[in-house]
């Protein structure tokens, strides 16, 4: 084997060779990023071992990955467009700035991923565990959740358009959001108007379109500081993914929790 035919896969957090593969020459001439790939795909057909490895920047777009176990491994600014992730266990992987668009996904474990900033656009990730996921900053628009598990996912900044979150397990933000009007029922007629007018930007405590707590605080005629502030509950981090102008018919999530807050409220 010539040195320069051959290329390696890496730990994530260390120097150690987890895959190596002879490449052809007319590979060789291909960009790293489809020479990645085409490792990958030689390491997965042979079962190797790729949790925790290095595989970003990798050119996966259209490949069959179902069923894979890729946990904890560095996915980042992968282009994984139009590829089968069916199954697939990602739990702590790292999955930010990835081009996901219509990918596979369904009954995928992705809890405590980072896909911030990713590109999910039309993904189907039904059935998928996505609890404690950051997909702060993801392009969701068009993609199905329903069925999924979105519990302490981070949605800031997420562009949820069109998306689907029909029968998504939020139990717990949803209950998470009634502990918090129990303390504000006076105040909750008046959120509830500010999400379906469109003031409501979970990612901020003040100012006339703020969060939850701020939007309270500001019904209350005080400051968001003298209030309970926490924006690690499920609730704070479920209603980032509202943003300024977002309303009940614009934005999956505004109505999600407008639907809660009148259920709360008994309209």
Same mark, same amino acid.
């Given at each position: 084997m010539s040195n320069t035919n051959i290329f390696? #896969?890496?730990?994530?957090? &260390? &120097?150690?060779?987890?895959?190596?593969?002879? @490449?052809s020459a007319e590979m060789s001439k291909k960009p790293q990023s489809q020479q990645r790939g085409y490792a990958i795909k030689k390491? @997965?057909?042979?079962?190797v071992? +790729?949790? !925790?490895a290095d595989l970003s920047g990798a050119d996966l777009s259209g490949s069959n990955l179902s069923d894979s176990n890729l946990s904890g491994a560095d996915l980042s600014g992968c282009d994984l467009r139009d590829s089968n992730l069916r199954g697939s266990n990602l739990r702590g992987a790292d999955l930010s700035g990835a081009d996901l668009s219509g990918a596979d996904l369904r009954d995928s474990n992705l809890r405590g991923s980072n896909l911030s900033g990713a590109n999910l656009r039309g993904c189907d990730l039904r059935d998928s565990d996505l609890r404690g996921a950051d997909l702060s900053g993801a392009n969701l628009s068009g993609a199905d959740l329903s069925d999924s598990? +979105? &519990? !302490?996912?981070? @949605?800031s900044g997420a562009d949820l358009r069109y998306s689907n979150l029909s029968d998504s397990d939020l139990s717990a933000i949803r209950a998470d +959001?009634?502990?918090v009007l129990v303390t504000a029922r006076v105040e909750a007629p008046a959120f509830l108007a500010a999400l379906k007018s469109g003031r409501v930007d979970g990612s901020v405590?003040? !100012?006339?379109?703020?969060?939850?707590? !701020?939007? #309270?605080?500001?019904a209350r005629g005080v400051d968001p500081d003298s209030l309970f502030c926490d924006a690690s509950r499920p609730i704070e981090r479920f209603v980032m993914g509202i943003k300024k102008g977002d309303t009940p018919d614009t934005n999956p999530v505004s109505a999600l929790v407008a639907e809660w807050t009148q259920l709360f409220i008994g309209e």
């Open positions: 390696k #896969i890496f730990a994530r957090w &260390s &120097s150690a060779v987890r895959f190596q593969c002879e @490449l390491a @997965l057909a042979k079962n071992d +790729l949790r !925790g598990n +979105l &519990s !302490g996912a981070d @949605l +959001l009634f502990d405590y003040h !100012g006339e379109c703020a969060c939850l707590v !701020g939007t #309270i605080a500001n």
